[in-house]
Antibody, heavy 122, light 104 residues
Framework: EVHLVESGGGLVQPGGSLRLSCAASGFTFSDHYIDWVRQAPGKGLEWVGRSRNIANTFRTEYAASLKGRFTILRDDSGSSLYLQMYNLQTEDTAVYYC?????????????WGQGTLVTVSS | SLELAQPPSVSVSPGQTAKITCSGD????VHWYQQKPGQAPVAVMY???ERPSGIPDRFSGSSSGTTATLTISNIQAEDEANYYC??????????FGSGTEVTV
C-alpha cells in the first residue's frame, strides 16, 4: 500500500529556515515524480515544486513565485523527499503536502500525504 | 502565466446535477480533486475524462475549447466538498484553480 508521510513542520520566525521530509513506501520511489503542494489556512491549493523521476534524472522544478527560496532534495536509497525552505515569510504559512505523480508530467496526483503545518510568525 | 478560473460556489439539491467549470488557456489535460474539511485532496478525475478507480460513476468529466467541466450527477450529501482543477502551465509548472465549494 502506498504511503506518503510528511514531517518537520512547526513554528519558525520570519527569515528563518525549515526542512520538511516526506517518507514514501509501498512503491518504487525512483519511478515517480514527487511534488510538494501547499495550502494556506482557508485558501486553495498551490503547487510548490517537484522532483522528476529517474528517467528524467530527478530534475527539480519550482513555482516561479518562490523566487529561489525553496530547494527539493531526493534520497532514493531512503525513499525520501525533502523540501528545504529558506528566508521564510508569513505568506509561507501553510499545510505542505507531499504528493505522487501517477505517470509522468501532468498525469495527475494519485496519492497525497496527510500534510505538515508550517507556521511563520514572530 | 496560466490562470484557471472556477466559480467560487455551486449549490444543488440532493439527486440533482452539479457542473463545475474550469476555464483557462491550457494546452494540457485537466485533473480534478475533491477536498473535504480537514482532509487531504483526493483525485476524482484525471486527464479531463478518466475516472479513478473507486470514484462513483456519478462523477464525469469533459472538455471543450478552453473549458473543462466536472459533472456530478445524482449528487449525494457526501459529495459536499471543495473541488479544485489542476493543469500544467508550459512544460514545467502546474497550476490549480481557485476552487469551487459545492453545497448539497
Amino acid at each position: 500500500e502506498v504511503h506518503l508521510v510528511e514531517s518537520g513542520g512547526g513554528l519558525v520566525q520570519p527569515g528563518g529556515s525549515l526542512r520538511l521530509s516526506c517518507a514514501a513506501s509501498g512503491f518504487t520511489f525512483s519511478d515517480h515524480y514527487i511534488d510538494w503542494v501547499r495550502q494556506a489556512p482557508g485558501k486553495g491549493l498551490e503547487w510548490v515544486g517537484r522532483s522528476r523521476n529517474i528517467a528524467n534524472t530527478f530534475r527539480t522544478e519550482y513555482a516561479a513565485s518562490l523566487k529561489g527560496r525553496f530547494t527539493i532534495l531526493r534520497d532514493d536509497s531512503g525513499s525520501s523527499l525533502y523540501l528545504q525552505m529558506y528566508n521564510l515569510q508569513t505568506e509561507d504559512t501553510a499545510v505542505y503536502y507531499c504528493v505522487r505523480g501517477r505517470n509522468g508530467f501532468n498525469s495527475g496526483f494519485d496519492y497525497w500525504g496527510q500534510g505538515t503545518l508550517v507556521t511563520v510568525s514572530s | 502565466s496560466l490562470e484557471l478560473a472556477q466559480p467560487p460556489s455551486v449549490s444543488v439539491s440532493p439527486g440533482q446535477t452539479a457542473k463545475i467549470t474550469c476555464s483557462g488557456d491550457t494546452k494540457h489535460f485537466v485533473h480534478w480533486y475533491q477536498q473535504k474539511p480537514g482532509q487531504a485532496p483526493v483525485a476524482v478525475m484525471y486527464k479531463d475524462t478518466e475516472r479513478p478507480s473507486g470514484i462513483p460513476d456519478r462523477f464525469s468529466g469533459s472538455s471543450s475549447g478552453t473549458t473543462a467541466t466536472l459533472t456530478i450527477s445524482n449528487i449525494q450529501a457526501e459529495d459536499e466538498a471543495n473541488y479544485y482543477c489542476q493543469s500544467a502551465d508550459g512544460s514545467d509548472s502546474y497550476v490549480f484553480g481557485s476552487g469551487t465549494e459545492v453545497t448539497v
